[in-house]
């Protein structure tokens, strides 16, 4: 199992950026899919998941409003479109996968499979 990440750099405060992640190796329709990020200095954090058909999805409270997981089953993809953008949002961000139904979601603990991160760098 693959999830390559990609979409990061370097943006001003304000500005937006979208990330993708591709999967490979699973069924990834099966599969509920989750972004997470960790900054500098700080513990992995939950930003937002979505559920297998996409119908379902969750934010954390501070991206709420601003960030917007979508997905492609087509494509094994999954998207997060970022807009309005500060320099707190600065992180390396992951995809990842899992196979629960909803209870957990924000849980890294859940996700059983990782990309290996593409990094944001918001500048003010």
């Known amino acids: 199992v693959q999830l390559q990440a990609s979409g990061g750099g370097s943006v001003q405060a304000g500005g937006s950026l979208k990330l993708s992640c591709v999967a490979s190796?699973?069924?990834?329709?099966?599969?509920?899919m989750g972004w997470f990020r960790q900054a500098p200095g700080k513990e992995q954090e939950f930003v937002a998941h979505?559920?297998?058909?996409?119908?379902?999805?969750g934010y954390s409270q501070s991206v709420k409003g601003r960030f917007t997981i979508s997905r492609a089953n087509a494509k094994n993809s999954v998207y997060l479109q970022m807009n309005n953008v500060g320099p707190e949002d600065t992180a390396v961000y992951y995809c990842?996968?899992?196979?629960?139904?909803?209870?957990?979601?924000?849980?890294?603990?859940?996700?059983?499979?990782w990309g290996q991160g593409t990094q944001v760098t918001v500048s003010s």
């Open positions: 979505i559920s297998q058909n996409g119908g379902t999805t």
């Open positions: 190796g699973l069924t990834f329709s099966n599969y509920r």
């Open positions: 990842a996968a899992s196979q629960i139904i909803l209870s957990g979601a924000r849980e890294p603990s859940n996700y059983g499979y």
